[in-house]
Structures are given as structure tokens and as C-alpha cells.
């Protein structure tokens, strides 16, 4: 199978996996899931050099879910990826599971625990800037919302990057327009996002956070500049994938009746019979 | 003597954040200068209603919760009466110098509403949960700590607040809790704890959701011939120390119940009273100084011991029954 198919299929796999995770558990962030989908798996299954059998490998790329609430398509990422039994995303939620409502350092594959939002940022740098006095080249990717964008510790973190030069620090932005209230831009407004980037010292990007060729291709090349951090402005559909789902706040923590649940499973099926 | 207090409805399905916003709106239509700040969370504090009724009396900051504390305190500073409703975990941690030196320093006028307290968000684990909000607000000079038990008290809070000028740190629960009393037809008090069963064998202190959970104990406990004194102490600071020395002296033994952290809630102040004063023995159930367990709520308070089982044990234990 040509690669490219290949990461388009399992981005509906993935998105399969989770929907009926959080339907079971009756529990979850469907809408913030399936936005950032297509960026886990650009990264986790082609652009991070990681070895799920040797998770504390001191030379892989580092993930920062700095949007720690879209969890579910993590945990199945990192379930499909092989870092813990699959069998386990049924615990999901459950009491005394590892597998909680936020990414936890306990299961393998995840660096640093979020959840509360504005914080993954800073970790990143401090990650990176580790990298940079060991000579290593591992690089540090680091997904955060667009709502998440009004927390003021970001703006601090983003200074520091550009100040210590951390050409080997890459945050993605959500850029779904939407977050629990509604709008981006009803809520608190951050636009422009990408002159605000710029202007604290990054290269900014903007691709369609949607379409794995582009993303395989944005994400692969880092450093863009060297000396400066990258930030990938990835413009998403919330909700993706799932046609009543799209772009609609209440989907943001909503979990499927099981009418919903059947038809979000249905419309997945077929697109992946599109690959077939 | 308040046993007409002492009517436990079950069922209830009316949570406190619904009442807190209910009350807030009534009172709100009647004074402009009242205003309500949100950090993306209206609809976690059910304040949807209210946006759309008042919508001029609602400033939403974006999910900045430092922000929303300073520019409460602005506000105050310029005398409206800002009410900041967020959630419980990130308001008493991610904002907390904000409301040491904006708020309670300078002396604002700001009500901080710590909504989905405790393990409410029991699965979202350690960055949902506020179990240290009661230790680190209570050690603020100047700064109120508050939480009620039921809905009725919940309403009688908040129409106390409106007119009362120091700051409050306010936690209130996300799910629906069952009813402590019988109305909101009874006197409320800031800072002065409600007796809401007589005994002399043992006394159960308890705040917030635990207060239902002493209820119950005492219910169960009578039946056996034990007679526990229940204290609701919706108010930790200001501390009603004088019903706790009171208990001390005419029963005994002391259990505290908290949906909180063992350490600097309301175990350790009924501590430092019973210490200094009359000392006593005094069980703290709690969480325990750990990343608490994850899962629904009354799982998590089973675990640790916040159940009528596990009350009436520790009971049986400390008085040195059967
Ligand atoms: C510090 C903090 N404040 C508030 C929240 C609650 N919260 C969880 S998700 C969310 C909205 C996030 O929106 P956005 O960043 O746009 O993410 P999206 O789900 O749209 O990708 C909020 C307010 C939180 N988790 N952390
Ligand atoms: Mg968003």
C-alpha cells in the first residue's frame, strides 16, 4: 500500500477506535478528537523518530499534548502504535484505569501529564533547550488549541523559545475556530494568530491540519530556519470525519446516542472503502 | 436544637451550580453594578441563562484564569461586585497569587466561585481534581473560604454574599447532591456552623458534599444506640471555633469528613482549635496525600473512606463500642 493511503486509512481507523472508546465509556471529547486526528498520526506514525518498544529512548522525538482534554485520539494512537495492549483502551475511564480523562505519564509514550491547558508549551522548551546543551537532535512537537491560545503562559513560553533559538521546537495549533463556548472569535478573539507568532520570534506555517499529505510534508522538515522555533498553524475541521459533527460547538465534550454512534460509524466505513 | 432541619430528600436533581447561578441572575437583575466573569466555563457553571438574560452583566475573559482574577479585582477596585466562576482546580492554583495580592491583599470586593470542586471531574484525573483548594485559600489572610452542602444552602450563600464585602473563595460541586434540609426556609449565617443533629456520644464535622455522608452515618449509628452530634461547617475561615470547642468538651471524640486533601483542610483546622483549646481525639478522613484515584465520583469517595460504612467504623472504633 502507498504510504499516503496508508496514513489516510489510519486516520479513519483511529477515528473509529476512539469514537466507540468514548461511546462505550459514555465519556470523552469526541469534537476535540477528531480535530487534532490527523496531526497525531502524520506525527506519530511517520514524522517522529520513536520506538514504542523502548519508550524512554533518549534519542526519540518528544510529543506535548499541550491539549490535553483530546485524549482519546491519543490514547488510541498510542494503542495502535503498540505502546500499551490495545485491549486496554476498554479501561478507559474506568475506576483506578491508567488510562484517565487527560494524557498520564504512567502509560508509555507519554513525556509529561496536561490536562490543565496553557502548560505544554513551556515543558516543550524546556525539553528543547535540554536537546540543544546534550547535542542531541531529537525534536520536540507540541499540539495546542486555539482557545488554549488566551492562557498568557503561553506567550511567556514563546518568547523563550525564540530567545534560546530552538530550531528543534515545533508547536502546532488546532486551529479549529471553536472552543467550549463557541467561537474562537466570539469568546476572545486572538486573531491575527499567525503576525502574533511571527512577531514573538517564530517561523510560522499554515497548512490544512486536515490533509495528511500536506501535514507529512510540513511536519517532516524541521528545522524549517535554523534558530528559530516553528509554528504550524494547522487550520482543522472540528468534529472531522463524522459529517453531523463538523464544525459544531456542542460537540466539543458531546458523546454519541447510540443513533449517533451508529451513524458516525457508518459514515467512517465508508471512507475507508474509498482506499479499498 | 435544629432537627427540623435534619430532612433528607433523596433524588435530588438539581445541582448547586444551577441554584448558585439562579440566585446570582435574580439578584443581578436588580443590581447592575453585580457582574459575572467566565473563562469559557458559562456552561460548566450553568450560567447560560444568565448570559443570555444579562448579557451586559457577563465578561467573558477566554480561558486565561489569571486574567479573569485581576480584572475581577479592576472591577472591584472601581465598585462593582464581580463574581468569577471557574473551575475549582484551575481558580485556586493557576490564579492563587492573583488572589493572594489582587484580591485579598488589596482588599477587593471579588466572590471567587470554584466551580466542579473536589473530585467531581473524578476520571479527568490530578489536573481536574482541587482537593488542596481548602489548605492553600484557608492560609490567606483577608481571603473567606466557603462551601455549602445542599442546594437550599447554596441559595442562602449566595444571597449572603451579595452583601458581604470580604473576599470569598466559594467551592461548589458539579453533580447533583441530595438535600441536607429540608427548605431554604432557616437562618444562614456566614461563619457560623449549623447543628444539624444532636448527640453526645461522638461529633461528625463535615463541609461541602461530606455533610449528607455524616447525615447518614448518624442515622445508621442511631439505630445501634449511638448518638453523634452532625456540625455542617460551611464556613472553614471564618472558623466557628466555638461550636467545635463546645463538641470537644461534651462528647468527645471528633470525625471530620472533607472532600479535600488530609492535609490543611478541615481536619487539620478543627485540629488547631481542639489542640489549643481542649484536646480531644480527632479522626481526619479524607483524601489521601496521593495523586487521587480516578473514576466516578462516589468511587473515589468509597476508596478513601467517605461512606457511612467507613464512618461508622472509624465511630465504633474511637468510642470503643461492642
Ligand atoms: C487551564 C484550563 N482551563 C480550562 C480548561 C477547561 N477546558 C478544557 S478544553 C477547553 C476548550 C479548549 O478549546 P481549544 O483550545 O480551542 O481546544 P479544541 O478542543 O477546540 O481543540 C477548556 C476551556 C482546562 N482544561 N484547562
Ligand atoms: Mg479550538
Redesign the interface.
Known amino acids: 500500500m502507498e504510504e499516503s493511503t496508508f496514513l489516510k486509512r489510519k486516520a479513519i481507523e483511529i477515528r473509529m477506535d476512539f469514537v466507540k472508546m468514548i461511546y462505550e465509556a459514555g465519556t470523552g471529547h469526541t469534537g476535540s478528537s477528531l480535530s487534532n486526528t490527523d496531526i497525531l498520526v502524520a506525527l506519530f506514525y511517520k514524522v517522529m523518530n520513536l520506538d514504542p518498544k523502548n519508550p524512554k529512548w533518549g534519542e526519540r522525538d518528544r510529543y506535548v499534548q499541550s491539549k490535553g482534554h483530546a485524549v482519546e485520539s491519543y490514547w488510541a494512537v498510542l494503542a495502535d502504535k503498540g505502546f500499551f495492549p490495545k485491549e486496554e483502551l476498554k479501561t478507559y475511564s474506568q475506576f483506578q484505569s491508567r488510562l484517565i480523562g487527560h494524557p498520564n505519564n504512567k502509560v508509555p509514550g507519554v513525556e509529561v501529564n496536561t490536562g490543565a491547558l496553557g502548560h505544554g508549551l513551556a515543558v516543550s522548551v524546556g525539553m528543547a533547550l535540554a536537546a540543544k546543551k546534550d547535542s542531541k537532535s531529537y525534536r520536540v512537537f507540541t499540539l495546542m488549541g486555539d482557545g488554549e491560545q488566551a492562557e498568557g503562559s503561553i506567550w511567556e513560553a514563546a518568547m523563550a523559545g525564540a530567545h534560546y533559538k530552538l530550531d528543534n521546537l515545533v508547536g502546532i495549533i488546532d486551529r479549529n475556530r471553536l472552543q467550549i463556548t463557541g467561537s474562537t472569535d466570539d469568546v476572545l478573539s486572538n486573531e491575527p494568530l499567525d503576525e502574533k507568532w511571527r512577531s514573538f520570534g517564530w517561523e510560522v506555517i499554515e497548512v490544512d491540519g486536515n490533509d495528511m499529505d500536506q501535514l507529512v510534508d510540513v511536519l517532516s522538515e524541521t528545522p524549517r530556519v535554523t534558530g528559530k522555533p516553528t509554528l504550524v498553524l494547522a487550520n482543522t475541521l472540528k468534529g472531522k470525519g463524522i459529517s453531523f459533527a463538523e464544525n459544531t460547538v456542542g460537540w466539543h465534550h458531546h458523546v454519541p446516542t447510540k443513533a449517533e454512534f451508529d451513524q458516525a460509524m457508518d459514515e467512517l466505513s465508508k471512507q475507508l472503502e474509498v482506499f479499498v | 436544637m435544629n432537627n427540623v432541619l435534619l430532612q433528607k430528600v433523596e433524588g435530588n436533581k438539581i445541582h448547586n451550580r444551577k441554584v448558585a447561578s439562579e440566585t446570582l441572575l435574580e439578584l443581578a437583575k436588580k443590581d447592575r453594578d453585580i457582574l459575572v466573569l467566565?473563562s469559557?466555563?458559562?456552561?460548566?457553571a450553568s450560567l447560560v441563562p444568565f448570559a443570555d438574560a444579562l448579557p451586559e452583566q457577563l465578561v467573558?475573559?477566554?480561558?486565561?484564569e489569571?486574567?479573569i482574577v485581576g480584572i475581577a479585582a479592576g472591577l472591584a477596585s472601581a465598585g462593582k461586585k464581580p463574581f468569577v466562576a471557574s473551575p475549582a482546580?484551575?481558580l485556586s492554583m493557576?490564579s492563587i497569587e492573583q488572589i493572594k495580592v489582587d484580591v485579598a491583599y488589596s482588599q477587593m470586593n471579588v466572590k471567587l466561585i470554584g466551580i466542579s470542586g473536589g473530585v467531581s471531574?473524578g476520571?479527568?484525573?490530578?489536573?481536574?481534581h482541587s482537593l488542596q483548594d481548602l489548605a492553600v485559600t484557608r492560609a490567606i489572610p483577608g481571603l473567606h473560604v466557603m462551601m455549602p452542602a445542599d442546594r437550599h444552602e447554596t441559595k442562602k450563600m449566595f444571597q449572603a454574599l451579595v452583601n458581604y464585602e470580604t473576599p470569598v473563595y466559594v467551592r461548589i460541586g458539579r453533580n447533583p447532591v441530595n438535600d441536607c434540609y429540608q427548605s431554604d426556609e432557616y437562618e444562614f449565617e456566614i461563619g457560623k456552623a449549623v447543628t444539624m443533629n444532636e448527640g453526645n456520644d461522638i461529633t461528625f464535622i463535615a463541609i461541602g458534599e461530606t455533610v449528607r455522608i455524616a447525615l447518614d452515618s448518624a442515622e445508621k449509628l442511631a439505630q445501634v444506640g449511638i448518638h453523634c452530634r452532625v456540625i455542617n461547617m460551611h464556613t472553614i475561615k471564618p472558623l466557628d471555633e466555638e461550636v467545635i470547642i463546645k463538641a470537644a468538651k461534651e462528647t468527645g471524640n471528633i470525625i471530620t469528613l472533607e472532600e479535600h486533601s488530609v492535609y490543611g483542610g478541615l481536619g487539620s483546622a478543627v485540629t488547631e482549635v481542639v489542640s489549643q483549646n481542649y484536646p480531644v481525639p480527632v479522626r481526619i478522613l479524607g483524601i489521601h496525600d496521593e495523586p487521587a484515584?480516578?473514576?466516578?465520583t462516589p468511587?473515589v469517595f468509597n476508596h478513601y473512606g467517605l461512606s457511612v460504612e467507613s464512618v461508622s467504623k472509624v465511630t465504633k472504633e474511637m468510642i470503643n463500642y461492642g
Open positions: 467566565t469559557d466555563s458559562r456552561g460548566s467573558e475573559v477566554g480561558i486565561a489569571q486574567n482546580c484551575f493557576r471531574y476520571a479527568l484525573g490530578m489536573t481536574h484515584v480516578t473514576g466516578k468511587e
